[in-house]
């Protein structure tokens, strides 16, 4: 599952995401209003004209609905003119079988002609939308990219990680190897292009390689708890959302501690639904919150740009704890 | 030129991976000239306890570290009689850095090269002591303990166990539970380091507002009433000045 469909050629959106749908919806439901507002007047009421125009636009729409979502990943191997045709002719196809054998309300209102200008029009228009918020989109998309290289990994990390690692080099050079073979993994990531969604599975193992390295500095400073025995590995996430937020983690509620802190991670899945959720200690106390707000910042707009309204991420502040949790539909990874 | 003593340096980092390879790298400076590691700290708070004792002509200090980090460190250094040189080790630090190099403030970027070390190393004698004021322009953030010389030796007080600081001549009270302690600084300074923490309720003093227990009427020598400050754990009461009357309304409500 790509967002490649927010580039700026210009590519339909995604018929099987909820958030979609809810607008697909949600604008059908608007223009429906606004027409029954122009045509109630004295002899009829706004509400009668709704239910009038509902008992129409209804079926159709629900239809329509279905039809784009089965024939979703179809529509988008085409190219995108292609892709718009063939999505007017399944407009037009299914509002051809809906009035041919749909309710009675159809009789007398009008002939086939009206529908499929009427059909037309609602889809153009939604078209038109899609299309501009993918506009709008894609530059926080490059954006995204741009932060993930610059803000992600903290300049302070790589300096003393180095430096850690040339303190083992004369004492234990097979520790010292291994760090760096963690240390460029997680490079090779970082330097990637992020915009697939990869494996939940991959994502833990870069975040235990990143822990690895950072025990290596702190010691028994940090404790790590994996709760992961319910985690679904297969699970598709975009890359990059949980390292980011250990560093986090480690760098306002470990590093600014002498005593030991514990970081917990747990992950699940709750029918269709992966949770992620991660604790650490934290205290208020003149601390630096500004590279924080802008990891969480840039996980929350990867998250809309790949899942919409279906993912959601929280952070809470007890006393003494600070969580995350990320909430993201189940996706499986296609087996290859 | 006279045989020198070596030169006694005092490691300090949070992290054990990067106090070892100082330690490592020392031993490679040892090697060209007289060196000795007066002591190794993983915190502020325990290199100052390890001071003056350990004879430490040198502390390579790092800067971020939890709790007390370099810059106050060294601000408490100077309350020795003789305080050590200081060079700062940092990994990343872009403001820090920017300061000293503005400064001259010696300093270490981590990874720290041999070369490097040695240089700092071996300039240090003739090097011109650290100034307080302009490690206090260096550090942006209010310091977590207050210090006084004593007998030789630093004591830190917690700032948070200060119930209120008072000017007198040329010198501050400092006022804990337990005791009280004499500081050579400016209350205007110390009111704008601490805001937030501390309320001025009279021209010469200022006051923790966790430490207030309450205000109350009282009458003064010419017959008019005023407010003082009632302090918990503390019997010394504070009058409230006329222009700072409207501290006793704001307690009400949280100061």
Redesign the interface.
Known sequence: MSINQNANTGALPDFRNLGILLRIVVIVGGMSLAAALLRSGESRSLMEELIDLSALVQPILLASVLALAAANSWLHRLRYPYAIGALLAIELAVTSVVYLFGLGAFRGMGVLVNYWLLTLFVTGVLIGYFDLRGRALSPALSEARLQALQARI???F???S???V???I??DPRRAEQVLEDLSDLFRVLMADNRQLGPLAGEIELAKQYLSIEQ????ARLQVEWDIAAAPSDALIPPLVLQPLLENAVYHGI????EPGVISIRIHRDRDEVHIQLCNPYRQE?ERHGGNRMALANIRERLALHFDAEASIRTTETAGSYRVHIVIPYRKARVQ | MTANPPLRVLIVD?????R??VR?LLADCALQMPLEIAGEA??GRSALAMLPECGADVVLLDI?M??MDGLEVAQHLQKLDEPPAVIFTT???AYALKAFEVHAVDYL????RLGRLFEALSHVRTVTPLRLDVLRELKR??RTHLSVNERGRIHLIPVAAIAFLKAELKYVTVRTAEREFLIEESLAKLEQEFLGRFVRVHRNCLVAKEAIESFERATGDDGEGHWVVVMKNIAEKFPVSRRQQHIVREFGKIL
């Open positions: 903290r300049p302070h790589l300096f003393n180095i430096n850690a040339l303190s083992l004369r004492q290596l500095r702190l010691g590093e600014p501690r002498s003149g | 949070d992290e054990a991976p990067a070892n390879r490592d993983e915190n971020r939890p709790e990994a990343y630090d970027l981590k990874p720290i953030e209010a």
